[in-house]
C-alpha cells in the first residue's frame, strides 16, 4: 500500500511539473506566498477557548508579510474541506507555502485525523467518515513542488475521542521526513500538551512571538520557540519537528508586501468552494459541469455557516 501511494505521489509530482512548466510563470524576484490557517476551539465535548484568538493571531502575522490567507475558524468539516480545497487550488511550484492548524486531532493507525467541531465519533471506523486525514493537505504540498513549507499541527491534547479510537495512543503520529516540508508539532511524538489555562497557549504564544522577527528563517524560528517553550515547563514540553526547514525560509521578511484585500466567499455556495460530495452521487452531468474551476478569494473572518448537506 505504501509503495502504491509513493508512485501515485510520483506520477502526481511529474504531472504537476509538467503543467507547471508550460501553463504557470511564477515571477523570480516576488515568490507567491499562500498559507491555510484553521483555529477550532468550540468543540462541545472539549472546548479550548484560546485556540482561535491563536489562529487569528498567526494568520494576521502572515496577512501583514504578504501571504495570501485562507482562513476558517470553528469550522465544521465540510467548512473545513472547502478550506483546504480553496488553499490546495493555489499552489503551485515555486511557493512558499504555511499550514497552521489549531484544534483536536486523533492518532489512528500511524496517521493523524483533524476534527472538525461536528466531529462525531463513536467507533473506530467513524475516524475515517468524521475526521480529516492530513494527508488531504500534505500530498498536494509534496505534488506541487513548493520553494518553501511549513505545517504547524497545534493538535496534540487530550480528548475523549482518541480513547474511543485507541487508548494506547497518545498525542500525535510524526510523519516521516519528506524532502522540503517541514511538520512542526508542540511536543514530543507520543506526548500531549499539559492542562494550560484556557487563555495561554504557550507554544503559540511564542510562535507568533519569533515568527514577528524580520528576516528570521524559520529554523531560528523553531529553535527560539523550542527553547522558550521547554525552559517555561521545565522540559515537560518539547516542540519537536519531522526535518529541519531550510536556512532561506523566512515568513517575517524585512521588507513588508501588503497582502490583496480578501473578497467575501459565502461556504453556503457549493459550486464555489466545490462541494464535491453534494453531487458525487448525480447522473446528470449538468452538475459536474458547474465545478469548472474558478479563481475565488477567502474572507478575512470566518466561513459564513453553510446550510450543510453534512447534517
Known amino acids: 500500500m505504501l509503495k502504491l501511494r509513493l508512485a501515485g505521489v510520483a506520477l502526481l509530482t511529474l504531472l504537476s511539473a509538467t503543467v507547471t512548466a508550460f501553463g504557470q510563470n511564477v515571477p523570480a524576484e516576488i515568490p507567491r506566498r499562500v498559507a491555510l490557517v484553521i483555529g477550532n476551539g468550540s468543540y462541545p ?65 500511524d496517521r493523524n485525523f483533524l476534527l472538525a467541531i461536528d466531529s462525531k465519533i463513536a467507533t473506530e471506523a467513524d475516524v475515517r467518515t468524521e475526521g480529516i486525514d492530513i494527508d488531504l493537505i500534505l500530498d498536494p504540498l509534496i505534488v506541487s513542488r513548493p520553494a518553501g513549507c511549513v505545517v504547524i499541527l497545534d493538535a496534540a491534547r487530550k480528548n475523549s475521542w482518541q480513547q474511543i479510537v485507541s487508548g494506547r495512543v497518545r498525542g500525535l503520529a510524526h510523519q516521516p521526513p519528506i524532502q522540503g516540508l517541514t511538520v512542526i508539532y508542540p511536543v514530543a511524538a507520543g506526548e500531549v500538551v499539559g492542562d494550560v489555562p484556557r487563555s495561554a497557549n504557550l507554544f503559540a504564544v511564542e510562535l507568533i512571538k519569533s515568527v514577528k522577527v524580520p528576516g528570521l528563517s524559520f529554523k531560528e524560528v523553531f529553535r527560539r520557540v523550542r527553547t522558550a517553550v521547554a525552559q517555561a515547563t521545565r522540559d515537560q514540553q518539547i516542540p519537536s519537528e519531522s526535518s529541519p526547514s531550510p536556512d532561506d525560509l523566512v515568513i517575517s521578511s524585512t521588507r513588508k508586501t501588503a497582502a490583496t484585500p480578501a473578497q ?24 459536474f459541469k458547474a465545478l469548472s474551476p474558478r479563481t475565488i478569494e477567502c474572507p478575512k473572518q470566518p466561513f459564513d455557516r453553510p446550510v450543510s448537506p453534512y447534517k
Open 45 to 109: 465535548q472539549s472546548p479550548v477557548g484560546s485556540l482561535p484568538a491563536d489562529a487569528r493571531a498567526f494568520a494576521d502575522v502572515l496577512r501583514d508579510d504578504g501571504f495570501d490567507v485562507v482562513y476558517a475558524e470553528n469550522a465544521r468539516r465540510a467548512e473545513m474541506e472547502a478550506a483546504i480545497g480553496v488553499f490546495t487550488r493555489k499552489l503551485g511550484w515555486g511557493v512558499t507555502a504555511v499550514v497552521y492548524y489549531g484544534g483536536h486531532a486523533v492518532q489512528y493507525q
Open 264 to 287: 467575501p466567499v459565502r461556504a453556503a455556495d457549493p459550486v464555489e468552494l466545490g462541494f464535491w460530495d453534494t453531487i458525487k452521487g448525480s447522473d446528470n452531468p449538468a452538475d
